[in-house]
């Protein structure tokens, strides 16, 4: 089983910093596909960050603000935001996935993120 545990959401200033990390745990537990997603009230889930072996991207809103990295020595995942804008707020996820004859996924509780005006 495969546990994610996010943290470092906030309540920030637009035009300010946050820094999410999400720890992975459990049993042959790899980073090599992980991704950030977010969910605003009221609105469905969206992607906002993904990184693998192969690449790395970002949802249109993310591109030059945010930046996903991963510490594999730590087994902890990171999502830089910069520039952080109100419509900015949501709750974010953290997500993790595995091959297991099908992609299987893997979610974090979330973190609030909350950007005021």
């Known amino acids: 089983q495969v546990q994610l545990t996010e943290s470092g959401g906030g309540l920030v200033e637009s035009g300010g910093s946050l820094t999410l990390s999400c720890v992975a745990s459990?049993?042959?537990?790899?980073?090599?596909?992980m991704n950030w997603y977010r969910q605003p009230e009221g609105s469905p889930r969206e992607m906002v960050a993904e990184?693998?072996?192969?690449?790395?991207g970002y949802g249109w809103f993310a591109e030059g603000r945010f930046n996903i990295s991963r510490d594999a020595s730590k087994n902890t995942l990171y999502l830089q935001m910069n520039n952080l804008k109100p419509e900015d707020t949501a709750v974010y996820y953290c997500n993790l996935q595995r091959w297991r004859n099908g992609w299987v996924n893997y979610w974090g509780q979330g973190t609030q993120v909350t950007v005021s005006s």
């Open positions: 990184i693998s072996d192969e690449r790395t």
């Open positions: 459990g049993k042959d537990v790899s980073l090599r596909r």
